[in-house]
């Protein structure tokens, strides 16, 4: 139980065009969702927190204009990388916790590797 | 959330005990430990959570002294699959995120 699914699990773009990136929760409701960001050999770095029915909190340092984010459903969050630059290249990870199923664990999705060019 | 600290990188051998160890010296009353693994290019995964005492399931054991302030991951008889990163983090009651430290790269030799 507690599956997260994401997507695309790679995708490479065009410098200044946007991408979007889907999270869905298969077999839970997430209210709250978390979106992670990793760099090659580096550690994952939280970039914002995804709130059903409301706006996302942000981490201090991540554009919220740059990386849309909502949260419209409890099985669906989705996040935009907007104008997309070579710098925005990296892995982006999304979770969740289903603490009836998990109790404390978190689930994560696959990944997404995004590469602009 | 309780900052943890993990040593950077361990080496060992295929069929050998790994004891990994993690401090969390400001570990809230209810907050739970957990444990979880990452492959390159993967998102991490689920390994084990624990309380207080000792924690088994199919893949680990987990120990935690009666301070809390601490734990250990146990990985019996490690193979090369086991090569991986694996990151001990602080889970409170509330959900919020999980905050990652540097983790500990585990390299498993035959």
């Known amino acids: 139980g507690a599956v997260v699914s994401q997507h695309p699990s790679r995708v490479i773009c065009k410098s200044g065009t946007s991408v979007k990136i889907e999270c869905r929760s298969l077999d839970f409701q997430a209210t709250t969702m978390f979106w992670y960001r990793q760099f090659p050999k580096q550690s994952l770095m939280l970039m914002a927190t995804s709130n059903e029915g409301s706006k996302a909190t942000y981490e201090q340092g991540v554009e919220k204009d740059k990386f849309l984010i909502n949260h419209a459903s409890l099985t669906l969050s989705t996040l935009t990388v907007t104008s997309a630059h070579p710098e925005d290249s990296s892995f982006y990870i999304c979770?969740?916790?289903?603490?009836?199923?998990?109790?404390?664990?978190?689930?994560f999705g696959s990944g997404t590797r995004l590469t602009v060019v | 959330l309780a900052k943890t600290t993990q040593p950077i990188s361990m080496d060992s051998y295929e069929g050998q005990e790994v004891n990994i160890t993690c401090s969390h010296n400001?570990?809230?009353?209810?907050?739970?430990i957990t444990w979880y693994q990452q492959f390159p290019s993967q998102g991490p995964r689920f390994i084990i959570q624990g309380y207080k005492t000792k924690v088994t399931n199919e893949v680990a054991s987990l120990f935690i002294p009666a301070d809390r302030k601490s734990s250990t991951l146990s990985l019996p008889r490690v193979s090369l699959s086991d090569t991986a990163v694996y990151y001990c983090l602080v889970a409170n009651q509330a959900g919020t995120a999980l905050i990652f430290g540097k983790g500990t790269t585990l390299s498993v030799s035959s």
């Open positions: 400001n570990i809230a009353t209810n907050d739970y």
């Open positions: 979770s969740a916790r289903d603490l009836p199923t998990m109790g404390y664990g978190y689930t």
